[in-house]
């Protein structure tokens, strides 16, 4: 009986810290309805205190044990009984790569920018038309393109790489697994399912369609979301079960991906007719999304309420901001422009944190990505037709490489999980690029 008191109370303890955890999480993130709603749904002082990102630092360390148990054959659960002690591991587990960078370091980082590592190139494949986006799936295991020839390409990243090698003895690999057919006009975004073997594209054709690929035959999509715009950037929540859709409407459209009903957000800041979306992506966790539009803001919405919480007018200034995309700690965002300039700025206060300059990009809609560690930027030069890479952390400018394509590539997309990445170009063809082992 004394046994199952003290257990009682060590629940309660535990719900404690995990609602204080959550509440200050939300609070800090400028959720603030959400945030309040917890507090008093768990009755948590909202102004609990809590030290910064402590629960996506407990979440983190989490995952890296259970992984390491995994793979030691394991099972985590069995190292959380109540009761039990603190496992020694806990804390030292560390991620094959690193995970992210803090930016907020104020030191001189001047000389101390890292190499980025040598990569080979390879031909994929070519549409009939313009390559005009590409995206990878979070596990890294497939990435799709989408052509102005209303095709899109799914290719598996293992057969790539068996492409890529020079002793390849078992004959030509075809890494293109799929190919779908069902728009009528240019693709011009994808994402994947976080969960399940599907393919989502957004078109010009005013459609968002979703494509199975784990059926061999399946040339048309088994669901169809029909828009009112040009759907221009597509996101899915980490969830699967919601999706974002930036259009030549100003207003992101959210869909509920089980009953494809449409939600606009009745609280946006005012927004003139040049507002239309370039693209639109979730942070890592769902709790917030950012836009890029054509009037160069980059707005950062509430993922919950879908309330415009900042808007950084003029981030480029008069020039289309073409892309944006948040840290992994969800803290920054780094967003390119048809001004030649690539940007980062603090989610928290809208402060511009780094500039990253000289690559000029002014007609296409070029985007500038992380690699996979987010330790380097790449982006495009187009009078140079170069790809040029930064230090992600000291903004110094550390290599440009010739794109190989003809005429400067349209879009560059970074695995999520491995030094490599895809160049799409107005020559139609596909690169894949990894580094030199």
């Not at 992984?67 to 039990?84: I, M, N, Q």
């Not at 799929?178 to 969960?195: A, E, K, S, V």
């Not at 048309?220 to 974002?244: C, E």
């Not at 402060?351 to 790449?378: M, P, S, W």
Request: glycine share 6%.
């Amino acid at each position: 009986m004394e046994g199952s008191f003290e257990q009682t109370l060590q629940d309660g303890q535990l719900y404690r810290q995990v609602n204080s955890l959550i509440v200050a999480h939300l609070r800090d993130h400028n959720l603030t309805q959400a945030a309040s709603a917890a507090a008093s749904a768990t009755m948590t002082p909202l102004n609990v205190d809590v030290p910064p990102k402590k629960l996506m630092e407990l979440v983190a360390k989490g995952l890296a044990v259970e992984k390491d148990e995994t793979l030691r054959g394991s099972p985590a659960s069995a190292l959380y009984e109540f009761g039990s002690s603190m496992p020694t591991t806990f804390g030292s587990a560390q991620p094959s790569r690193p995970s992210a960078i803090d930016f907020s370091t104020t030191q001189d980082t001047k000389g101390s920018s890292k190499n980025f590592p040598k990569h080979e190139t390879r031909h994929l494949s070519e549409h009939k038309n313009v390559a005009r986006c590409a995206r990878f799936s979070a596990d890294g295991r497939f990435v799709a393109t989408g052509s102005a020839d209303m095709s899109i390409k799914l290719f598996e990243v293992a057969k790539i790489k068996q492409m890529m090698l020079p002793d390849a003895k078992d004959g030509p690999v075809r890494p293109v697994i799929r190919t779908f057919y069902d728009h009528i006009q240019p693709i011009n975004d994808l994402d994947f399912h976080p969960q399940n073997t599907v393919l989502v594209s957004g078109a010009k054709d005013h459609t968002i369609k979703f494509f199975d690929f784990s059926k061999l035959t399946a040339k048309k999509a088994f669901r169809v979301i029909q828009d009112t715009h040009n759907v221009r950037s597509i996101s899915l929540h980490p969830s699967g079960d919601y999706l974002l859709a930036g259009t030549d409407h100003q207003i992101p459209h959210l869909y509920d991906v089980n009953t494809f009903q449409c939600f606009l957000s009745a609280n946006v800041p005012e927004i003139g007719n040049n507002g239309a979306i370039n693209q639109i992506r979730y942070s890592a966790t769902g709790s917030m999304y950012v836009t890029a539009s054509k009037d160069g803001a980059v707005r950062l919405w509430d993922g919950i309420g879908a309330k415009c919480i900042r808007s950084i007018v003029s981030a480029h200034g008069t020039a289309e901001a073409t892309s944006a995309k948040f840290t992994k700690d969800e803290r920054y965002v780094l967003s390119c422009g048809k001004d030649s300039s690539v940007k980062l700025w603090d989610v928290g206060t809208g402060r511009l944190v780094k500039q990253y300059v000289g690559a000029t990009h002014i007609q296409l809609r070029c985007q500038a990505v992380f690699n996979d560690t987010e330790e380097f930027v790449l982006s495009i030069d187009e009078p140079s037709n170069e790809i040029v890479i930064w230090d992600a952390l000291t903004a110094e400018r550390v290599a440009r490489w010739p794109s190989n394509h003809v005429g400067a590539p349209r879009w560059l997309e970074h695995s999520p999980t491995e030094s490599a990445f895809i160049s799409c170009g107005t020559d139609k063809s596909i690169r894949f690029w990894k580094e030199s082992l």
